[in-house]
């Protein structure tokens, strides 16, 4: 029998940099599949990632290995390679720059394990090609997306990425078991930076279950109700990981309780995240604390 997790993230890992408007720069080592599965290590969930990468940096994995999450790699010539560059004070204004790509999911990358739930979180759209997220629904596998890879292309010449609306958008909406993206996004792929707005098309296109993410707070749309929860972070050193840490919580969270619970049990963790450079470290006790404070 194969062995089953909560939830399997899949996408690839990266040794990316970021560089500040002042000049300095930091290394995210991981990227958003690293922000995602150590924002669920205060759980007792089995949490599982499933990543394409060369073979001589697998040490990048340790991280995720030392917390107590199982890691699946499938061999790749190049280690994905990424730059985010902030273009002023403001963290909001920033631009992506693709060097490397592992290159894309197929199910011959996935390993022989189940799952209650897959999520797919990537830096670009050459991850997840609509034939790989086909395969997923026609095996009765449940998945949910981050749509920021889905918007982003990279040329293949300078590496930058731009973006766009995705073509599939409608096709994905309808397999998805649940749906993440940013106000960004949602402009791109719905025509409207309402968020509201924005998470109703979805629905419209066959989403249960949608969250939109703004800076200062994430909306969640289920069954024809709305819920919204502003971030109560004290700044935002730790903006880069912002969305991949909400949603990742919200869904090892709502495995257990309700919409609402979730949705304050998440923007409470990601807003403690944002406070300090890197993935969340923190414990359920401070996220539990964080909730009684500011997210009654």
Known sequence: MADTYDLVFIGNTGRNELHRFDGTTEPILGGPIFQSALATTWSNKRVAVVTRMAERDTDLLEPLRKAGIATFVTPAQETTRSHIYYLSDDVEDRRHMLEKSAGPFSVAD???????????????????????????????????????????????????????????????????????????EAEFLTGTSDLEQAAVRFEEWGSSEIMVTRADGALVRHMGTTYFERFSNRGVAGRTGRGDTVFASYLVRRMDFGVADSLKFAVALCSIKMETPGPFMGTLEDVLARMRAQHL
Do not use: C, W
Request: hydrophobic fraction near 45%.
């Open 110 to 184: 996935l390993p022989p394990i189940g799952a209650r739930l897959f999520h797919l979180v990537g830096v670009n759209r050459l991850e997840f090609p609509l034939d790989f997220m086909e395969d997923l629904r026609n095996r009765d596998l449940a998945f949910s997306i981050d749509m920021q890879a889905l918007i982003r292309a990279s040329d293949p010449k300078t590496g930058d990425v731009t973006y766009g609306d995705y073509p599939h958008k409608q096709q994905v909406a309808a397999m998805a078991e649940k749906i993440k993206l940013d106000v960004v």
